[in-house]
């Protein structure tokens, strides 16, 4: 074997161990990134089911007490009664589960009743528009943008001559 085919040999020894390496502390970057990720969409996750909880705890706590503005043992309290305990279990199921696992029992949801995962999205999309809107207040119009403040003068006053 001569001198260049040993540096040769050599070299591609090199390169072997340097694609190995840069290709296992590739790995490991990815590995924490991966975990970084997860870490954060987790905590995103928990901000998230916990507006959801105590927004839907409100709810819950709003259809109660409209419930004891009708006489005890009406259809409307009952009704009522029963709107709250189904938050409360929607509520529950949200908080005793992962993401992962809602995100199933939605796919679920949505492959099994195709238009009413459709019709609930759409209204929760209007729901959520009137909320964004009711939470921005609109500008009092100024008197400079009245479009009309300058074309309703006085009438002319007629004296009765010809013009």
């Known amino acids: ?6 540096t040769a040999e ?7 161990s340097t694609a190995a390496e840069m290709k296992q502390a590739a790995e490991s970057t990815a590995a924490d990134l991966r ?3 997860e870490a954060k969409l987790d905590e995103g996750v928990r901000s998230i089911r916990d507006d ?3 927004r839907g705890d409100d709810m819950a706590d709003a259809a109660r007490s409209a419930g004891q503005q009708f006489p005890a043992g009406s259809i409307e309290e009952r009704a009522m009664q029963e709107v709250a305990s189904r938050i409360d279990g929607a509520l529950a199921h949200i908080r005793d589960k992962g993401f992962d696992e809602l995100s199933a029992d939605v796919a ?3 492959r099994r009743n195709p ?3 459709l019709g609930g999205a759409a209204l929760a999309g209007f729901a959520a528009a009137r909320v964004l ?3 921005t207040p609109e500008p009092a119009p100024a008197a400079t943008d009245d479009p009309w403040s300058g074309h309703l003068a006085a009438p002319a006053v007629r004296t009765g001559e010809p013009q």
């Open 52 to 54: 959801v909880t105590g």
């Open 115 to 117: 238009l009413l995962f």
């Open 133 to 135: 809107k009711a939470e």
């Open 108 to 110: 679920t949801f949505a």
């Open 1 to 6: 074997m001569s001198a260049a085919d040993r």
């Open 35 to 37: 975990q970084a990720t």
């Open 10 to 16: 050599h070299l591609k020894d090199a390169a072997e």
